[in-house]
C-alpha cells in the first residue's frame, strides 16, 4: 500500500508531501492544478520513463520518494529477487532523483537501476488512465484479462514449452529441406574434400619437424667434413696415428708397471678406451649414411609444399586444416543419415503438434470458463454503473497458434437493448470505456496481487446518476484494496475516507502547487466548488454537504 509520497520540483510542484489512507483516495482541484503532475510522479516511482521536462524550471534536479507498507507477498518475492528486502518496520522507500544529464534510483537507501524499479513497481501499483482504455480498443491484449481471472499459468507454460519445442523441430527439420541434386553437389564436394585432406594427412606441428630436417640436410656437407676430421683425429691417417693409437700406447706401458696404483691408472685407460672406441664406431656410422645422414631434401621440400596448400585452403593452420577435416566427416555423415533423421524429426513434428492442439483445447477451455464468469459479473456491474440495457461477451475463437494460444479473445458489446453485439472498439464511447475498464478491475480485483490501484480519468465522459454509480462501485473496489482517484465529479470525491485537494497559486510571477488533505468545512467547500464552480451559494453549500452526508 502507498503510504505517503514526497515530490521536489516537479513541473509546478516546488515541493509537497502526500499522505495516503486505504480505502478510497480522491484527488480534486481545477484544471490545470497539477493532478496530472502528481501521476506523473507516481509514474517515476514505478520506474516508468520520465522526461528532463518534468524538472521545475531553474532547477537543477528534481526528487520523487515513496513509503509503501504492508507489501503483498508477490511485491516481498520481487524485492528478494532483485537483491533488496523490506526495512525492520516492515516499510518500503523507493526514491528517484531526477537530473537534466540523467538520474538515480534508491530502494531503502541503496543504488538500484530504473529496470529494477519498474520490475517491483509493477507489484507496487497498477495505474488506470487513458492508455488503459487505448488497450480495451486493442483485441490483441484481451486475452491477458481473461487469462488473469482463467488461473491458467500452469497450462500456458505447458502451452509455451510445446510451442517452443514444436518451433525448434521443424526449424531443424527446415535445415534437411533441400533438393536432391543440390544434395548429391554437396556429397561430391564433401567426399572430395575428405579424401584431399585425409591423403595430406597432416599433423600438428609436422612443419615445424620438416623444417628442422631441412636445415640439418642443408647444412649436411659441412657437418659430414668436420665428422671426417673427427675420425681422423681419433683413428689416425696415413700421416699420424690417432688418439686411440696413442691413448692405447700409453695404456700398455702402464700396464708394464707393477703395484696396486698402476693397476687402478690401468683400469682407467681401459675405460677411456672404451669410450673413444664407441664414439669412433658412431662417428663411422653417421660417415656411412651418406650425403644429409639418410635425409631427402626434396621430398621435405615436397612435403612443406603440400602442407602449405592444404593448410591455406582449408583455415591457414594444420589444427584449421585438421578441424575442417572432421566437420567435413561430420556433415557427410549428417548427409548420409539424414534421411533417418528426417523421419524421426517428421515423427517427433506430428507428436508434438498433437500435443500442443490438446494442450491448445485445454487453454481455449479454461478461457471459455473465465469468460462465461466475465460476462456475467461485468454486465451485473456494468448494469449497476447506469448501462442496464448493456450486453457484454467476450468472443473465444479458433485462431493461429501463437505462442499465447491459439485464440482469438475479442470484448463485444452492444450498449442498447435489441441492438446486435460488436466489437468494444467499434462502438464504446469515453465513458462507456471508463465504466466497462472499472467493471473488469472489479471483477479482477481478487486476482490482481496489486494492492494499490490508480484511476486517473475514470470519469471521462460520465455525470449525473452514472457518475454516482462508479463512486460507489469504486468504494465497493476500495474495500478490498488501496484505491487512489483523479476526479472531477463531486458524485465520485464524496465517496473518499482521504480527500486531498491539488491547488495551485501564482507567487512573485511564479506557479506553485500544494497538495493538502480535506476535512470538514473545506471537503463541504471543495465539493460545493466542484459542483457549481466559484458560484457557490447557500443551497450548493447544502447540496455538497447532504451528498457528502449520504456517500461518505
Given at each position: 500500500m502507498l503510504k505517503s509520497l514526497h515530490i521536489e520540483n516537479i513541473a509546478v510542484i516546488e515541493q509537497t508531501d502526500i499522505v495516503f489512507s486505504d480505502g478510497l483516495n480522491v484527488l480534486t482541484g481545477e484544471t490545470g492544478a497539477g493532478k496530472s503532475i502528481v501521476i506523473d510522479a507516481i509514474n517515476a516511482i514505478l520506474g516508468e520513463r520520465t522526461s528532463k521536462e518534468l524538472i521545475r524550471a531553474g532547477a537543477e534536479t528534481a526528487l520523487v520518494s515513496a513509503i509503501f507498507c504492508e507489501l503483498s507477498g508477490y511485491a516481498k518475492n520481487a524485492l528478494e529477487d532483485a537483491g533488496f528486502s523490506v526495512d525492520?518496520?516492515?516499510?518500503?522507500?523507493?526514491?528517484?532523483?531526477?537530473?537534466?544529464?540523467?538520474?538515480?534510483?534508491?530502494?531503502?537507501?541503496?543504488?538500484?537501476?530504473?529496470?529494477?524499479?519498474?520490475?517491483?513497481?509493477?507489484?507496487?501499483?497498477?495505474?488506470?488512465?487513458?492508455?488503459?482504455?487505448?488497450?480495451?480498443?486493442?483485441?490483441d491484449t484481451h486475452y491477458i484479462y481473461i487469462d488473469r481471472l482463467a488461473d491458467n499459468s500452469v497450462v500456458l507454460r505447458e502451452y509455451y514449452d510445446e510451442f517452443h519445442h514444436l518451433n525448434t523441430v521443424r526449424k531443424e527439420l527446415s535445415g534437411f529441406e533441400t533438393d536432391e541434386a543440390q544434395k548429391k553437389r554437396d556429397i561430391e564436394l564433401l567426399e572430395y574434400q575428405i579424401k584431399e585432406l585425409t591423403d595430406a594427412d597432416i599433423k600438428p606441428g609436422e612443419t615445424e619437424a620438416l623444417k628442422l630436417k631441412l636445415d640439418i640436410a642443408r647444412n649436411a656437407e659441412n657437418t659430414l667434413n668436420g665428422l671426417k676430421t673427427a675420425y681422423s683425429c681419433l683413428n689416425g691417417n696415413e700421416d699420424s696415428d690417432g688418439a686411440f693409437s696413442s691413448v692405447q700406447n700409453a695404456q700398455k706401458e702402464i700396464a708394464n708397471c707393477k703395484g696396486e696404483e698402476f693397476e687402478q691408472l690401468n683400469a682407467k685407460f681401459y675405460e677411456l678406451l672404451s669410450g673413444l672406441d664407441e664414439v669412433t664406431v658412431q662417428i663411422r656410422r653417421l660417415i656411412n649414411n651418406g650425403d644429409g645422414f639418410g635425409i631427402d631434401a626434396e621430398s621435405l621440400r615436397a612435403r612443406l609444399d603440400i602442407i602449405s596448400r592444404i593448410t591455406l585452403k582449408y583455415g591457414g593452420s594444420e589444427e584449421k586444416a585438421k578441424e575442417y577435416l572432421e566437420n567435413a566427416e561430420k556433415r557427410l555423415n549428417n548427409i548420409h543419415l539424414s534421411e533417418t533423421r528426417i523421419t524421426e524429426l517428421s515423427k517427433e513434428l506430428d507428436e508434438s503438434t498433437e500435443r500442443l492442439v490438446i494442450l491448445g483445447k485445454k487453454v481455449t477451455a479454461s478461457r471459455i470458463e473465465a469468460a462465461k464468469i466475465v460476462e456475467k459479473n461485468v454486465t451485473e456491474i456494468l448494469s449497476f454503473l447506469d448501462m442496464p440495457n448493456v450486453t457484454f461477451k467476450v468472443s473465444v475463437v479458433q485462431g493461429k497458434y501463437t505462442r499465447y494460444g491459439c485464440d482469438n479473445v475479442e470484448f463485444m458489446i452492444g450498449t442498447?437493448?435489441?441492438?446486435?453485439?460488436?466489437?468494444?472498439?467499434?462502438?464504446?464511447?469515453?465513458?462507456?470505456?471508463?465504466?466497462?475498464?472499472?467493471?473488469?478491475?472489479?471483477?479482477?480485483?481478487?486476482?490482481?496481487?496489486?494492492?494499490?490501484?490508480?484511476?486517473?480519468?475514470?470519469?471521462?465522459?460520465?455525470?449525473?446518476?452514472?457518475?454516482?454509480?462508479?463512486?460507489?462501485?469504486?468504494?465497493?473496489?476500495?474495500?478490498?484494496?488501496?484505491?487512489?482517484?483523479?476526479?472531477?465529479?463531486?458524485?465520485?470525491?464524496?465517496?473518499?475516507?482521504?480527500?486531498?485537494?491539488?491547488?495551485?497559486?501564482?507567487?512573485?510571477?511564479?506557479?506553485?502547487?500544494?497538495?493538502?488533505?480535506?476535512?470538514?468545512?473545506?471537503?463541504?467547500?471543495?465539493?460545493a466548488r466542484i459542483m457549481a464552480g466559484s458560484n457557490m451559494s447557500e443551497n450548493i453549500y447544502n447540496s455538497a454537504k447532504e451528498l457528502l452526508e449520504r456517500n461518505f
Open positions: 525492520s518496520d516492515g516499510n518500503l522507500l523507493i526514491t528517484r532523483t531526477l537530473t537534466h544529464s540523467g538520474g538515480t534510483v534508491k530502494i531503502n537507501g541503496l543504488p538500484a537501476t530504473v529496470g529494477i524499479l519498474k520490475t517491483i513497481g509493477k507489484h507496487l501499483i497498477n495505474i488506470h488512465g487513458q492508455h488503459d482504455n487505448q488497450s480495451l480498443l486493442d483485441p442498447n437493448a435489441g441492438e446486435a453485439i460488436k466489437p468494444l472498439s467499434k462502438i464504446a464511447s469515453g465513458g462507456e470505456l471508463s465504466r466497462v475498464m472499472l467493471a473488469i478491475k472489479s471483477v479482477l480485483a481478487d486476482k490482481d496481487d496489486v494492492d494499490t490501484l490508480i484511476f486517473d480519468e475514470i470519469d471521462a465522459g460520465i455525470g449525473g446518476r452514472a457518475a454516482q454509480k462508479v463512486g460507489h462501485q469504486l468504494k465497493q473496489v476500495s474495500s478490498d484494496r488501496q484505491t487512489v482517484c483523479v476526479t472531477h465529479l463531486a458524485q465520485i470525491a464524496t465517496f473518499a475516507q482521504n480527500h486531498l485537494l491539488i491547488e495551485k497559486s501564482v507567487k512573485d510571477n511564479r506557479t506553485y502547487t500544494s497538495v493538502k488533505p480535506l476535512a470538514g468545512d473545506d471537503r463541504i467547500k471543495e465539493i
